[in-house]
């Protein structure tokens, strides 16, 4: 167990349909980070979070955001779903944006149908 | 930015025998680099990681190589055993910076390894 939180664990939705999915670092940890992985595909990053504000943004699209509220927990929002959305979806947390290994959450498999 | 590489995308070797998976970065500012192992349908796991002082680190059966002039990275596995089947990613970053060094984290395509009897 690596203490990082993720909910929901599987989500099967519609194209068009919005989806939200919820992280709670591990307790201590500053920076969360959400990662997309698809089928048979690497991590692909999509954006960090240091204590409540943005840090750094990778591939995301516009149709996805997130935030971290001042408990530390972040969401990652998806709209507008599309088939190509369905995949994993990581968050990870660290102490610090300067730590090298990063918490890996368990994943929120999303199935866009 | 970062591009990482690696190779081979899937790998088959006998219980026992060595497993090297390469991978080769872009950014020669690069100086951390992890290796995360995602046993089937579960969450990516740190195993191991260099950083650029090193040429070496070695963990019981696992040894992470750096070579920083042709800027590649290797990950060797001795004695395999069936619970190192599982997909192994490399990854490269800077550790410093505005947004710190996970936020740099590039990860390769992953390795498929699998072990069999």
């Known amino acids: 167990d690596s203490g990082v939180t993720q909910t929901p664990k599987h989500l099967i939705t519609a194209t068009g349909q919005r989806v939200t999915l919820r992280c709670s670092p591990r307790s201590g940890d500053l920076s969360v980070y959400w990662y997309q992985q698809s089928l048979d595909q690497g991590l692909q990053f999509l954006i960090h979070y240091y204590n409540g504000e943005e840090r750094a943004k990778g591939n995301i699209l516009e149709r996805f955001s997130a935030q971290q509220f001042p408990d530390l927990h972040s969401e990652l929002n998806l709209s507008s779903l599309e088939l190509g959305d369905s995949a994993l979806y990581f968050c990870?947390?660290?102490?610090?944006?300067?730590?090298?290994?990063?918490?890996f959450g368990e994943g929120s498999r999303l199935t866009v149908l | 930015g970062e591009n990482v590489e690696q190779h081979p995308s899937t790998l088959s070797v006998q219980e026992g025998d060595s497993a090297v998976i390469k991978c080769t970065y872009s950014d020669s500012a690069s100086n951390y680099f992890p290796w995360y192992k995602q046993e089937l349908g579960k969450r990516p796991q740190l195993i191991i990681d260099?950083?650029?002082?090193?040429g070496e680190k070695k963990d019981q059966r696992i040894a992470v190589t750096l070579n920083k002039t042709a800027k590649h990275f290797s990950l060797h596995i001795t004695e395999t055993q069936p619970e190192d089947s599982a997909v192994y990613f490399c990854a490269a970053s800077q550790i410093g910076g505005d947004t710190g060094t996970a936020s740099k984290l590039t990860f390769g395509t992953g390795t498929r390894l699998q072990v069999t009897l």
């Open positions: 260099i950083r650029s002082n090193v």
């Open positions: 990870a947390s660290s102490v610090d944006p300067y730590t090298g290994e990063l918490f």
